[in-house]
């Protein structure tokens, strides 16, 4: 009887070691950070001239061309992001730079956000999220199911620019922590209640509160909270894109970029987080370019917005760098990889892509 306990309890070890997907990873934690809109063709080309020197679009062409225009497109693209190229290529990995041949795609046929973001963190691209509505996503995220195992209920928090996020998380299902819009800030800490103040206090150029505001709160949440799942949801790009103002929208990426530089040394310069976490950058959806003037929209109609970009940098990430070969990924496949560094094996509600193995092995 003893021997078959022992047999019993070893067998149920075996499944439960299986159905949770453990496996051998370094990453304790993980930081997503997604940059709406943004195009591929600036984060590995950098400035597109024949929209900079368009007036339509860069009002101050000369001053715009100062600070991120050099004729050589490495050098560009480091102008523009200094953090993807300088520590991200170094330490990392970057995919989706489709003049090498090395594509990441939207699974979803609709390429705009709500979509997007549903196949981002549900890892499947479900034709039914058709709409950017308020509406109840039913579709369970990654999120809500690494909340769920032990050691990570209530170390999951999101911050959003964008205040549609509260449903395509479906708070209302997941008990996630989601701030998004202007929300208040509901904390006793000092700096929390500043950036509360503060956010209510700006203007706010897209209609909703500035994704600095977005990135402060979400970093003074980290070092107050320390959860071990953070996912910060920036805006303007794709705000400013929208409104055909082509410079604003370079200096946006820009400053997103020195947020995420910031974010990433608060990181590794933290014992919780240091050389434990992992980062992934990326977006919703990409925007038009064979035409250029549809480098302001995106959607199923605009030839190239299917067409998105990946970054990732931790301790599981052999530093590879820009991918050249040809390949292709998907933007569902990421649901599965956010598990997967965690060592869990995501099961939903739905089909759930397979991560993108290549990240962490």
């Known amino acids: 009887m003893k021997y078959k306990a022992r047999f019993l309890l070893f067998a149920i070890l075996i499944i439960t070691s299986i159905n949770t997907g453990i496996a051998q990873t370094k990453t304790e934690n993980i930081v997503i950070v997604t940059l709406d809109?943004?195009?591929?063709?600036?984060?590995?080309?950098?400035?597109?001239?024949?929209?900079?020197?368009?007036?339509?679009?860069?009002?101050?062409?000369?001053?715009?061309?100062?600070?991120?225009?050099?004729?050589?497109?490495?050098?560009?693209?480091?102008?523009?992001?200094?953090?993807?190229?300088?520590?991200?290529?170094?330490?990392?990995?970057?995919?989706?730079?489709?003049?090498?041949?090395?594509?990441?795609?939207?699974?979803?046929?609709?390429?705009?956000?709500?979509?997007g973001y549903n196949e981002i963190f549900t890892g499947y691209p479900d034709t039914a999220v058709n709409s950017n509505d308020k509406i109840w996503n039913k579709n369970m995220n990654v999120l809500e199911f690494i909340n769920q195992q032990n050691n990570y209920r209530g170390k999951v928090a999101a911050f959003s620019t964008w205040d549609v996020f509260p449903y395509i998380l479906n708070t209302q299902r997941s008990g996630l922590y989601v701030n998004a819009g202007i929300d208040t800030l509901k904390f006793t800490a000092p700096s929390l209640q500043l950036i509360n103040d503060m956010q209510f206090l700006t203007s706010q150029p897209i209609g909703v509160r500035p994704d600095v505001f977005t990135y402060f709160a979400a970093r003074e949440y980290l070092k107050t909270y320390e959860p071990k799942v953070l996912y910060i949801a920036f805006d303007e790009t794709d705000d400013f894109a929208h409104g055909?103002?082509?410079?604003?929208?370079?200096?946006?990426?820009?400053?997103?970029?020195?947020?995420?530089?910031?974010?990433?040394?608060?990181?590794?310069?933290?014992?919780?987080y240091k050389n434990k976490t992992t980062l992934i950058i990326t977006c919703d959806h990409g925007r038009g370019d064979k035409l250029k003037d549809n480098w302001r929209h995106h959607g199923s109609r605009i030839e190239d917005a299917g067409q998105i970009?990946?970054?990732?940098?931790?301790?599981?990430?052999?530093?590879?760098?820009?991918?050249?070969?040809?390949?292709?990924?998907?933007?569902?496949?990421?649901?599965?990889?956010?598990?997967?560094?965690?060592?869990?094996?995501?099961?939903?509600?739905?089909p759930v892509a397979a991560p993108v193995e290549s990240i962490f092995k």
Do not use: C
């Open 37 to 115: 809109g943004m195009r591929w063709q600036e984060v590995f080309g950098g400035a597109d001239s024949s929209i900079l020197k368009n007036k339509k679009y860069t009002k101050d062409s000369s001053g715009t061309s100062k600070d991120f225009w050099l004729s050589e497109a490495t050098e560009r693209r480091k102008k523009l992001f200094p953090f993807l190229w300088n520590t991200v290529a170094a330490q990392g990995q970057l995919y989706g730079n489709r003049w090498m041949g090395n594509n990441v795609d939207n699974a979803n046929p609709y390429w705009f956000s709500y979509p």
């Open 244 to 272: 055909g103002e082509y410079d604003q929208y370079l200096k946006s990426a820009h400053a997103e970029d020195a947020m995420i530089a910031d974010l990433w040394n608060f990181l590794q310069s933290t014992p919780p």
């Open 309 to 350: 970009w990946i970054a990732a940098i931790g301790p599981d990430t052999k530093p590879s760098g820009e991918f050249k070969t040809k390949n292709m990924l998907y933007q569902q496949q990421l649901a599965a990889t956010f598990a997967s560094l965690l060592g869990f094996s995501f099961r939903a509600n739905h």
